[in-house]
């Protein structure tokens, strides 16, 4: 015989699951429930995304992913505007600047951007393995992102060498100048800016 129809596996699947996901939160949630928290970035979430905003008109949308790559490209799926991918580079462990990361995460919280909501901070951590920094450097321009931040001046140093278009800001610096990332520090001048300790008052008694 001929077949009648073709149908995608995968992606009957996906809609089952998110079939199953809006009928348990019609009956279940709470009626005042504006927050949906799903658990993955996959095919599968989608699904369950798109299911579930026909029920109820969420103010609030939580995704957790193992995956930083998977999640970045789930958001950027769901939203209308373009999503700002941020590199964040670190020669160090995420345990050993950990309340630095903390800090910028709220200093950007407080402008408005929020992590998984209109931006995805790609963290890149050589863990003390300083000859990975160069390499690291390397991916996140092929990454594409918006703008390099980076952790301290071994990871500037490898930014800098890395790209010369890509808006580098340094989140720590003894002494910018010294070091060759800007021309001075009130007109710093090519793709490099960010937080000194270094003073102009400091610079001119040199």
């Known amino acids: ?24 939160t019609k009956w ?3 009626k005042n429930a504006r927050t949906l928290a ?14 579930c905003n026909e029920v109820v008109p969420w103010s609030d949308v939580r995704v957790w992913s193992r995956s930083p790559e998977t999640l970045g490209s789930f958001v950027e799926a769901q939203q209308p505007n373009k999503i700002l991918r ?3 580079l670190a020669a160090l462990s995420p345990s050993a600047i950990a309340a630095r990361v903390e800090a910028f995460k709220q200093g950007l919280a407080e402008l408005g951007y929020v992590e998984g909501k209109n931006i995805v901070i790609d963290y ?3 863990n003390g393995k300083f000859e990975q920094v160069p390499a690291l450097a390397a991916e996140m321009v092929n990454l594409k992102v918006a703008v390099i931040v980076t952790a301290g001046p071994t990871d500037t140093r490898a930014a800098k060498q890395a790209t010369s278009t890509i808006p ?21 001048g090519g793709n490099i800016t960010g937080l000194s300790t270094l003073t102009p008052e400091t610079t001119g008694k040199r």
């Open 86 to 88: 941020i590199g964040f």
């Open 28 to 30: 279940m949630a709470r």
């Open 168 to 188: 580098i800001v340094m989140a720590f610096d003894n002494d910018p100048v010294g070091s060759g990332f800007v021309a001075t520090l009130a007109r710093p």
């Open 124 to 126: 890149r951590w050589a």
């Open 38 to 51: 799903i658990v993955g970035a996959g095919h599968m979430a989608e699904g369950v995304l798109a299911t």
């Open 1 to 24: 015989g001929f077949p009648l129809a073709i149908v995608d596996g995968s992606y009957h699947t996906v809609m089952r699951t998110g079939a199953a996901a809006a009928v348990s």
